[in-house]
Structures are given as structure tokens and as C-alpha cells.
């Protein structure tokens, strides 16, 4: 689990996160919503460290991130995945070097066991056996994706992030990811953390829906609650499409 | 001021750099890719313009030098001192800053816009140790032999001038080229090329590692790289030169 608590963050005098309070519980695909330049992906680099909060706690199971020392904060690493929105595989290694790679440099595992933990991941994903040769520039995006999400649960994260998992996917493919981070996350347990802002994941998998506006978080809810939920500022970012206003009022 | 904020992140990322690998078969998997990269790729180059250097320097010397009062020898002996003093230690440098540097510096660079470097440090991984101390590394044990090789080779281009012209004799070049020989000026230029292949090694990834953007920025930091080690080569090469002759 992680507790988000009134954390504050600003670049150059503007405040980017404005006492924001959040927790996300293991087991649940937790997603951060909100229009561009809302301050999601900032608070998502935040709860990874890769930007430093200026006040406030961050909260890994009562570990708190801002406190740790450098060597701390490598520690925890080790027990989070990250998909990256562009994936950001190792465009020099292969598909299943890139998935070796965190075995090779973290578990203590014998040659051949990493190489079996790797090829399951790649398996879990649905990659077939004839794409792990492949480099990341000759498969797909979606391919790609699922490569970094074996990637990512290569080593068991306890934490897994992941920052607009859908971008520039196609609808069918963005559903297929969708699924998968969602199986993953409760077959593992793990504490999903997702940033985006396709409707479409939001209404399938999230399962704990926090809804930022201008830095602060403006609504908390699940996936149920927002067609019913009276805030303004969500209601005009869900209901921006034609689509959802139909929904909304046969949910009405 | 913005010489001082870079000293700082320089300094700061090679205390990054410079630290126990996280796993040593990673180290030595990548040192040796890189011993490749950067000191096997390296040699067609450095062959083609040390045989044509060599060549033209013989010529240039012979110019220079016909006067019935020096020596016929004289003109080996200038191909050699100008080749062990300064262009296979310093020249070659020069050129591989623009081959090495500009590759480390786009290579490291590409990682960082794509967020590779990101997901690296994510998952635990010292990026800097991982990617640049190999490098570095591997440059300064390739650097060494590029420079003898470079010796080498020029040394013949120069033969070829005696044994395919009539511009000077074979026997005079040999002569000249072995005359009063220093064997401290081959260490001078090993000495020199080492602190030339720590500063286009650390100085480019410098460049790389801190490229932000997109790739126009990738782009910049290639040429900064460049441009940046050859300044610091030449000011080095100065500071050598009066402190080891």
C-alpha cells in the first residue's frame, strides 16, 4: 500500500501539487486522472522519487520515500515496475535480454533459471516464442508494451506503475493492456498505480479512481461512482465526449 | 555562472560514475562490448589517416628541408618526432572526439529522451556506473595501442613515399627514423592519449547523460561533446607538454 499524504511540489515558484492526499491499496488497479498539465504524471514522478516532493510523505508500506537515503531509495526500487509510456525498452538488447536484463543485474538466480523466469514473463504477456530474438524497433507498440510490463513484473514488483499505458495504442490493443495490467495486479497482488486519461481504461479497470485538477486532487472514487458523482470539473473531463453524456444519461 | 553549474553536475555524475558496479559479470560484459565498439571499430580509421598522414608529413619534411647542409636522414626524423609527439597521441584524439564522442554522446543521449536511462534507475540500476564506466574505461585501455598502432602505420606511410617515389631513399628514411631515438617520447604520447581518452569518454557522456527534449536536443549535445573535448584535448595538450618535456 501506498499513502500519498499532503504532499506539495513546485518548479521554479509554481505549485505543480498542491496538498494532495491519497492512498492506494495492494491488489487494485489505483489510476490518476485528470486533463494535461493537471499535475499527474508529477505526482506520479513523485511517488518514484524521480522528483523530489517539497513537503509531505510518501509512504511504501510505512517506508517513507523522501526520508530514505540514496541506497534506500535503490532498495525500494528494486520492489517497483514501471511501464513506461513510451515504453522504454533497451533499444540495444533484444526482447528477452530486455526482460533478462533486471534478473541478471538483481536476482541471485542460476543462468538458466533467469532465463526460464524471463521467458514466463514474456509468456504471461502473450509474446510468442519467435519474437524474443527480435529487437524493440521490429515489433509493434502493443508488443512492445506487453514486453515492458514482463519487464516490469520480471522480478515481482510489489509496486507497479504505469504512466499513459495506452498512448498511441489502438483501441483493441489498448483493451488487451488494460487487461493484462489488471490480471496482473490482482493475480500478484500488487499495488497498481496508473496515469492516464483514456476514459476507456478508466470505465474498464479502475478499480480506485482519484481525479486531479490544477494540482489538487478535486474527486476519489471508483469506476461506479463517477456518472453519479456532482463535480464539475470531473463531469466536464468525463462527460467531454458525446459517448459518455449518452451513458451518463442512461445511467441517470 | 553556467561553467560552474556545469563543473557541478560533471562532477557529481562522475561520483556517480565512479563507484563499485552493481554486478561485475554486467561490468565486464559491457567493458568488452565496448572495447569493441570504441577500440576495434576505431582501428579502420585511425589505419587509413595515420598511412596518409605518414605519407604526407615525409613529403612536407623533405620540402622543407632540402638544404645541402642538413642531413638526408633528417626527413625520418621529423616524420617520426611529429608523429610520436603529437599526432598519434593529440591529432588522433582530436579525430576520434568526433567519431567516439559524438557516438557515446547520441547513444547515451537517445537513452535519456526515450527514457531508457529512467526505467534503469527505476529498477535500482546505478544507470551512470552501468553505462558510462565501461566506456571510460575501455577507451583508456584501447587508447594506448590506437596510439602505437597510429605510430606504426604513419612510420610506414612514410616508407611508402621512399619505396613507391623518388622524393627520398628507403635507406635514409630508416636511417632518420631510427636516429637519436627517445623512448620517452613514445610514453610522453601514451601518457598524453590517456587523459585524452578519459576527457572525450566522461565529457561525452556528460553531454548524453544531461541531453533533455527531443531529438534536435540529442543532436546538440553530440555537437557540444564534440566541440567541448577537442578544446579541453588541445588546452590538456598544452599543460602535458610543459609538464612532461
Not at chain 1, 488494460?178 to 496482473?184: A, E, N
Not at chain 1, 478508466?202 to 474527486?219: N, S, T, Y
Not at chain 2, 605510430?151 to 613507391?164: D, K, N, P, Q, S
Request: glycine share 8%; proline share 3%; net charge negative.
Amino acid at each position: 500500500m501506498i499513502d500519498v499524504i499532503d504532499i506539495v511540489k513546485s518548479f521554479e515558484g509554481i505549485q505543480v501539487l498542491n496538498h494532495v492526499n491519497a492512498t492506494f491499496a495492494d491488489g487494485k488497479v489505483n489510476m490518476i486522472i485528470g486533463q494535461s498539465g493537471s499535475g499527474k504524471t508529477v505526482l506520479l514522478k513523485s511517488l518514484l522519487g524521480i522528483h523530489t516532493i517539497d513537503s509531505g510523505r510518501i509512504e511504501y508500506d510505512g517506508r517513507n520515500l523522501p526520508q530514505m537515503k540514496e541506497n534506500e531509495v535503490r532498495m525500494l526500487h528494486r520492489e517497483v515496475g514501471v511501464l513506461f509510456q513510451g515504453s522504454a525498452l533497451f533499444d540495444s538488447m533484444t526482447v528477452l535480454e530486455n526482460v533478462l536484463f533486471p534478473l541478471q543485474m538483481f536476482a541471485h538466480l542460476p543462468k538458466d533459471e533467469m532465463e526460464e523466469r524471463a521467458r514466463f514473463c514474456l509468456k504471461r504477456v502473450q509474446i510468442a516464442e519467435h519474437a524474443l530474438t527480435l529487437m524493440p524497433s521490429e515489433i509493434s507498440g502493443g508488443m512492445q508494451k506487453r514486453v515492458a510490463i514482463a519487464r516490469a513484473i520480471a522480478l515481482n514488483p510489489k509496486y507497479l506503475f504505469c504512466d499513459e499505458p495506452n498512448s498511441g495504442l489502438d483501441p483493441q490493443t489498448s483493451l488487451v493492456i488494460d487487461k493484462l495490467i489488471q490480471d496482473i495486479t490482482q493475480e500478484y497482488n500488487i499495488c497498481t498505480v496508473v496515469n492516464t486519461h483514456d476514459m476507456n481504461s478508466i470505465m474498464e479497470v479502475g478499480d480506485h479512481i482519484i481525479f486531479l485538477k490544477g494540482g489538487q486532487k478535486e474527486w476519489e472514487g471508483s469506476r461506479q461512482d463517477i456518472f453519479h458523482a456532482d463535480n464539475e470539473a470531473l463531469n466536464s473531463f468525463v462527460f467531454a465526449s458525446d459517448l459518455y453524456k449518452e451513458i451518463q444519461k442512461v445511467h441517470k | 555562472m553556467k561553467i560552474i553549474q556545469h563543473l557541478g553536475e560533471y562532477w557529481m555524475l562522475m561520483a556517480k560514475v565512479f563507484r563499485l558496479p552493481d554486478r561485475q559479470r554486467m561490468f565486464w560484459r559491457q567493458y568488452s562490448r565496448e572495447l569493441e565498439k570504441q577500440g576495434l571499430q576505431s582501428l579502420p580509421i585511425v589505419i587509413v589517416i595515420s598511412l596518409f598522414i605518414g605519407a604526407i608529413l615525409t613529403i612536407q619534411a623533405k620540402t622543407n628541408t632540402e638544404n645541402p647542409f642538413l642531413p638526408t636522414y633528417i626527413v625520418g626524423l621529423l616524420t617520426r618526432e611529429t608523429l610520436l609527439l603529437e599526432f598519434s597521441s593529440t591529432i588522433l584524439c582530436l579525430i576520434l572526439a568526433g567519431k567516439v564522442g559524438s557516438n557515446i554522446a547520441s547513444e547515451i543521449g537517445t537513452m535519456r529522451i526515450t527514457e531508457q536511462i529512467d526505467a534503469m534507475e527505476i529498477m535500482g540500476v546505478n544507470s551512470a556506473n552501468y553505462l558510462i564506466l565501461p566506456k571510460i574505461l575501455a577507451l583508456m585501455t584501447m587508447m594506448p595501442m590506437l596510439v602505437i598502432i597510429s605510430t606504426t602505420i604513419g612510420l610506414i606511410g612514410g616508407w611508402a613515399v621512399g619505396a613507391f617515389t623518388d622524393i627520398i631513399t628507403v635507406a635514409d628514411y630508416l636511417v632518420g627514423i631510427q636516429y637519436a631515438f627517445n623512448p620517452y617520447f613514445v610514453w610522453y604520447g601514451i601518457i598524453k592519449s590517456l587523459f585524452f581518452a578519459y576527457v572525450i569518454t566522461s565529457l561525452s557522456s556528460y553531454y548524453g547523460y544531461t541531453a533533455k527534449g527531443g531529438a534536435l536536443e540529442v543532436g546538440k549535445a553530440s555537437t557540444n561533446a564534440v566541440v567541448n573535448s577537442n578544446i579541453l584535448i588541445l588546452l590538456l595538450d598544452l599543460v602535458l607538454s610543459r609538464l612532461l618535456l
